[in-house]
């Protein structure tokens, strides 16, 4: 056996669940460590690599349900890790620890295509709420955020979003969409009309209140838009609700 790969069944943590297999890319021997012993006590099979190179190649070799991914590694840095991941595979959750605190590297994480977030050090309580958060919002967020009556397929006026395929189309044509940038059409289009604070738009779709970084949302938007919109001065299908966030419009 690959002794990089191991499993533990679930001992402290009580939760209903598949294997997850995570793949942690950090350096740091001790975090490492730490991070293998919770997770495999969460019941996960874990595969470590500390050098970015190594790690993008069994990234994209390997099939994961979480990334747990350092921002400063040897060969390759975690967001350009995180950036050439996302050029293929728009939908494996990417957790980034960083031991920076300034604000742009966390907002650069989440923009670059990373779910969520560490500054270290960090809590192991809250590593472990995070991953539980991350997994969770994987297998349900499209049925959390839906009403009952919602069919597999959204139409509007051109714009198809096929729920089950995660797929969205426009005039026929696929647009290519981030996890997130399909978790706020989704979110947007399943309720129109309803207008969504950023901050709420944080807590349902990175599933944390990310205080001071609702422009985050707002760059969300600016790409969703940039990509489904005709004319993004203009917009027609997400609309802005001054003083409020945003909102899909209940007239299409």
Sequence with gaps: MDQNVFYLAPLLYNIDMDIKT????????????????????L????????????????????LFH???LDITLPALNGLEICRKIRQTDR???????????????????????????????FSLRELIARVKVIFRRSEEFAIDNLPASTTPLLSF???EIDLDKRK?????CRIDLSPKEFELITLLAS?????????RLLNLVWGYDFEGYEH????????????????VSNPRFILTTWGVGYRFNEEL
């Design 22 to 41: 995570v793949l942690i890319i950090e350096d740091d021997p001790n975090i490492v460590e730490l991070l293998r012993i919770h997770l495999h006590d």
């Design 43 to 62: 019941g996960c099979k874990v595969t470590t690599e500390s050098d970015g190179q190594k790690g993008l190649a069994t990234a994209k070799e390997g």
């Design 66 to 68: 979480l990334i747990i």
């Design 91 to 121: 939908h494996t959750p990417i957790l980034m620890l960083t031991a920076r605190s300034e604000e742009i590297d966390k907002v650069m994480g989440l923009e670059t295509g990373a779910d969520d977030y560490l500054t270290k050090p």
């Design 157 to 159: 006026s051109g714009l």
């Design 168 to 172: 969205v189309m426009l005039n026929h």
């Design 191 to 199: 309720n129109p009309g309803k207008s969504y604070s950023r901050k």
């Design 216 to 231: 985050t949302v707002n760059s969300h938007i600016n790409r969703l838009r940039a990509k489904i919109e005709e004319d």
